[in-house]
């Protein structure tokens, strides 16, 4: 009789259609197709879509663990809010990050990619398509924090990314930046000339301005939201 083994009774299997579901979900929520605190009826979308709602919530559950979805009781899986608890805490994350990418000077292929990345959002703002925009310009400073080395971080800084996109997307959908390219490109232009540059105090302080000035951003959409409300 042979032998037992870890892998005994291992079934693999494609990507299952709760994977399916909550890419399609995300992309949903991203492009604000679902406003923040919206609740995602199982009952709605499963009648939809012809699927069991088991499979919707486990779809929700895997949005939770990319931090677009929350679960509250009696109310099931909820679009997360926008706080600003969480923008404190989502910038302060990306700052720590960013800043220690820029504390040494970037060369080689990695000053390659984050040039490449920084030229790829440039031509994305001509398109005046917020979502190409937004995805373009978080490209680019996933591109700075990737030259750390480390690809833990990466996957850590990909969940913020992830946050980051909600976030832009329905500030953007709000006071309508996208549709000025000079201005977006010139908000990021003094960190690039800094990278270039190889100076790294110059570099990091030019990265704190412009992610300090974007939260500030975000927290003034909030409040006109909530002014509004």
């Given at each position: ?5 870890a892998?005994d ?5 494609r ?8 890419d ?5 929520i ?6 923040p605190?919206e ?5 709605a979308?499963a009648?939809?879509?012809g ?44 700052d ?8 040494t ?10 040039e ?12 005046r398509?917020?979502?190409?925009i937004?995805?373009?310009d978080?490209?680019?400073?996933a591109a700075?924090?990737?030259t ?11 969940v ?5 996109r909600?976030?832009?997307m ?5 006071d ?11 908000e990021?232009?003094p ?14 302080r030019?990265a ?20 509004g409300?």
């Amino acid at each position: 009789m042979a032998a037992m083994t870890a892998l005994d009774g291992l079934v693999t299997r494609r990507t299952t259609t709760a994977q399916q579901l909550a890419d399609g979900l995300s992309e949903r929520i991203l492009a604000g197709a679902f406003r923040p605190g919206e609740r995602l009826r199982e009952s709605a979308i499963a009648a939809e879509l012809g699927i069991a709602r088991n499979t919707v919530r486990e779809a929700g559950r895997l949005l939770e663990l990319g931090g677009l979805v929350r679960f509250e009781v009696n109310h099931g899986a909820m679009v997360i809010s926008l706080t600003r608890e969480s923008v404190d805490e989502l910038y302060t994350a990306r700052d720590r990050l960013e800043r220690a990418a820029l504390a040494t000077p970037l060369h080689g292929d990695g000053l390659a990619r984050v040039e490449a990345a920084f030229d790829g959002f440039v031509n994305e703002t001509a398109s005046r398509d917020r979502a190409r925009i937004v995805a373009a310009d978080l490209s680019f400073h996933a591109a700075v924090v990737a030259t750390l080395g480390s690809g833990r971080i990466d996957a850590f800084y990909s969940v913020l990314t992830r946050e980051l996109r909600f976030y832009l997307m329905a500030i953007s959908a709000h006071d309508r930046e996208f549709e000025h390219p000079d201005k977006l490109i010139a908000e990021h232009e003094p960190l690039m000339d800094a990278v270039r540059a190889g100076d790294c105090v110059r570099a990091q302080r030019e990265a704190g301005h412009h992610i300090a000035s974007n939260a500030e951003r975000v927290r003034k959409v909030l409040a006109a939201c909530d002014g509004g409300a």
